[in-house]
């Protein structure tokens, strides 16, 4: 999305041309899809550190892990859960809540980046993957 269209505001976003719209909604799916998949990323980190399998861990859990490997601070991640299930649970219809995922999804996609990077530093220092 570009980054003149944020911070969103109420005015804007039932303005926005038709392709800005789109772009919008495209933006907020792949933050949905990218935390999920970094998400289902941690458990299974997680689990296999933790159990030496994978197990079945709440939400909470994985954060808290993830900080103990230091992949990612559980607040942060936290806060990123809770944008992704905002998007995922909630369809609201006016502008101003609308606005708030928009810039709540916005702000917390650096922390999607840092865990990405996270993960990838953590696999390799742990020596999980055979580079062979």
Known sequence: MATSLMPMTEDRIDALERV???????????????????NRTLKTISQ???????????????????????IVEERAWSEAVRARNALVHEYPLRPDKRVEQVNRAWAAQG??????QGINKFVAD????DER
């Open 20 to 38: 800005d719209d789109i772009t919008m909604v495209a933006f907020l799916k792949r933050y949905e899809q990218y935390e999920d998949c970094l």
């Open 111 to 116: 922390t999607l980046e840092a865990t990405w």
């Open 48 to 70: 296999i550190m933790e159990y030496g399998k994978v197990e079945r861990l709440a939400a909470i859990d994985v954060g808290r892990r993830a900080e103990k490997f230091g």
């Open 126 to 129: 742990e020596g999980l993957i």
